[in-house]
C-alpha cells in the first residue's frame, strides 16, 4: 500500500423508490446521521474514503436530489429487474446528472434484484444496450444477496480514479515530486 495517499470521493446513487438504493449502500457502507454511508476502504493497493449519498427517487425530492447530485463525483443509476418504469425512467436520472455537471459525468448502470429472474421485466440484453448509449459499465446485482454488490463500488471507484489520473491507463506515471518547470528544464543542452 502506498503511503499516506487516501482518495476520497462522493458517490450519489440514484434511481426510483423501491429499486434497492438503500440496501445495496448498507451492504457495504456505514450509515451516517444523514442519508449516507461512509466506509474507508483498500482498492488495489490504496486507501479511499468514500461517501455513499442515498438519494430519494420520488419526484416531491427534486429539489433535494440536485443538490445530491452537485455534490456527487459519481454515480450509480439503479432500477429494478422487475420494473420496467424504474429501467425507463433512467433517463430523467441522467438528464439531470448532465444538467447539473455539465458534461460526461462517470456513471454505473446497476440493475438491482437480479435474484428474482422469474418476475424479470427487463432484460440483461436491454441494461447493457442502455449501459452502451450512456457510456458506461454495466452491472447486475442482488443488494438480497449481495450478489455484485462489492463489485458494483469498485467499479465506480476505478473509474473515478482513471478521471483523475489518465496518465495510469498508459502505464505511465510520471514523476510527481518534480515541478513541470524543473523537467523542462532537464530536457535542455547547453553547448560551450
Known amino acids: 500500500m502506498s503511503g499516506t495517499e487516501m482518495d476520497t470521493w462522493r458517490i450519489a446513487v440514484l434511481g ?5 438504493k438503500t440496501a445495496l449502500a448498507v451492504q457495504t457502507y456505514d450509515p451516517t446521521l444523514e442519508d449516507g454511508y461512509r466506509k474507508q476502504l483498500i482498492l488495489d493497493d490504496r486507501m479511499c474514503m468514500v461517501e455513499v449519498i442515498d438519494t430519494a427517487g420520488q419526484d416531491e425530492y ?3 436530489r440536485d443538490q445530491w447530485i452537485q455534490e456527487g463525483e459519481g454515480f450509480i443509476l439503479v432500477y429494478s429487474i422487475r420494473s420496467r418504469s424504474t429501467f425507463d425512467r433512467l433517463q430523467i436520472f441522467r438528464q439531470a446528472v448532465r444538467r447539473i455537471k455539465r458534461g460526461e459525468p462517470t456513471l454505473l448502470l446497476v440493475g438491482n434484484q437480479c435474484d428474482m429472474v422469474a418476475d424479470r421485466e427487463v432484460s440483461r440484453e436491454e441494461g447493457e444496450a442502455l449501459a452502451r448509449q450512456f457510456g458506461c459499465e454495466f452491472i447486475e446485482t442482488s443488494a438480497k444477496t449481495a450478489q455484485n454488490v462489492d463489485r458494483v463500488f469498485s467499479t465506480i471507484l476505478r473509474a473515478l480514479r482513471r478521471t483523475k489520473e489518465p496518465y495510469k491507463l498508459e502505464g ?4 510527481l515530486a518534480e515541478p513541470a518547470e524543473t523537467k523542462k528544464k532537464k530536457r535542455k543542452c547547453t553547448i560551450l
Do not use: R, Y
Request: charged content about 10%; aromatic content about 0%.
Open 172 to 175: 505511465v506515471t510520471p514523476n
Open 62 to 64: 427534486a429539489t433535494l
Open 16 to 20: 426510483d423508490g423501491g429499486v434497492g
